[in-house]
C-alpha cells in the first residue's frame, strides 16, 4: 500500500500550510492597501473611545514597514508586533516540524502561566506606551 503512511502526514500538514497562505494572503492585501492609501483595518475602538493606544495599534503598518524592509519605521509604529513577528515564524516552523514528524500538535497551546504572561507584557506594553514621555512608543 505505497503512499498510506503520506496522507496522514499531509493531512498534519495542511494546518502549518493553510495558516502561511492566510498570512501571506493577509500581508498581501496590507501590503497593497497601504499603497493605495487604503485601510483594511477600522480604526480602535479603544483608541477612537479613548484616546490610548492599545498593545496593537500600528500593527498593521509595522507590518508593512517590515515588508518594505524599514525595521526602524516598523519599530517606531509598533516594536511589540516587530519582535513578535520572529518568534510567530519560529513557532509556526516549529509546529510545521512536528507536524511533518507525524505529530498532531496545535499551533499555540499556552499553559495557564504562559497565558498570564502573555497579558501581562501585553497590559504593560499599552500602559508603558501611553504614558507621558513615551511617544516614541505611539504610532
Known amino acids: 500500500m505505497a503512499g498510506t503512511g503520506t496522507r496522514p502526514r499531509a493531512r498534519l500538514l495542511a494546518a502549518p500550510l493553510l495558516t502561511a497562505g492566510g498570512v501571506v494572503v493577509a500581508t498581501g492585501a496590507a501590503v497593497v492597501a497601504g499603497r493605495l492609501g487604503v485601510s483594511l483595518v477600522p480604526e480602535c475602538p479603544l483608541h477612537a473611545l479613548t484616546g490610548l493606544w492599545c ?26 508586533v516587530v519582535v513578535a513577528v520572529p518568534v510567530l515564524v519560529v513557532l509556526w516552523l516549529r509546529w510545521t516540524a512536528l507536524r511533518a514528524s507525524g505529530r498532531a500538535v496545535s499551533l499555540i497551546a499556552l499553559s495557564n502561566r504562559a497565558g498570564a504572561m502573555l497579558a501581562a507584557v501585553l497590559l504593560a506594553y499599552m500602559v508603558v506606551r501611553n504614558l507621558p514621555g513615551m511617544e516614541m512608543l505611539t504610532p
Do not use: K
Request: hydrophobic share 55%.
Open 55 to 80: 498593545p496593537l495599534c500600528g500593527g498593521t503598518r509595522a507590518v508593512q514597514a517590515l515588508v518594505a524592509g524599514d525595521l526602524g519605521a516598523a519599530a517606531g509604529l509598533n516594536v511589540l
